[in-house]
Nanobody
């Protein structure tokens, strides 16, 4: 079992920055890929970023590329999502997720394979 605890989020004006953290515990050594997802009211869940747990390779959705950065600290078993130049359309509940599976196209590993989820963090960007 893996437990994920998120922190960060909050309210920020457009153009501002926020950082989300996702701390993994339990059998974190079994994690292969971490993902960041967001869901706004009335919208489908969107994959925002993906990072491989071991190598730190990253992938970003076009909607956040160049503004968001994900990174990991394997000593602290924590993954971060640094969000810069935030826009009102970035407003959503952000969740981190972990999978112990692997696919050749790891960047787009099916959401259903993300077994473990954080509790979610609200990010609100005011205009």
């Amino acid at each position: 079992q893996v437990q994920l605890v998120e922190s960060g989020g909050g309210l920020v004006q457009a153009g501002g920055s926020l950082r989300l953290s996702c701390a993994a515990s339990g059998r974190s050594s079994s994690i292969t890929i971490m993902g960041w997802f967001r869901q706004a009211p009335g919208k489908e869940r969107e994959r925002v970023a993906t990072i491989t747990w071991g190598g730190g390779s990253t992938f970003y959705a076009d909607s956040v590329k160049g503004r968001f950065t994900t990174s990991r600290d394997n000593v602290k078993n924590t993954v971060y999502l640094q969000m810069n130049s935030l826009k009102p359309e970035d407003t959503a509940v952000y969740s981190c997720a972990a999978t112990t599976s692997y696919r050749s196209v790891w960047q787009l590993i099916p959401v259903a394979l993300y077994t473990y989820w954080g509790q979610g963090a609200q990010v609100t960007v005011s205009s």
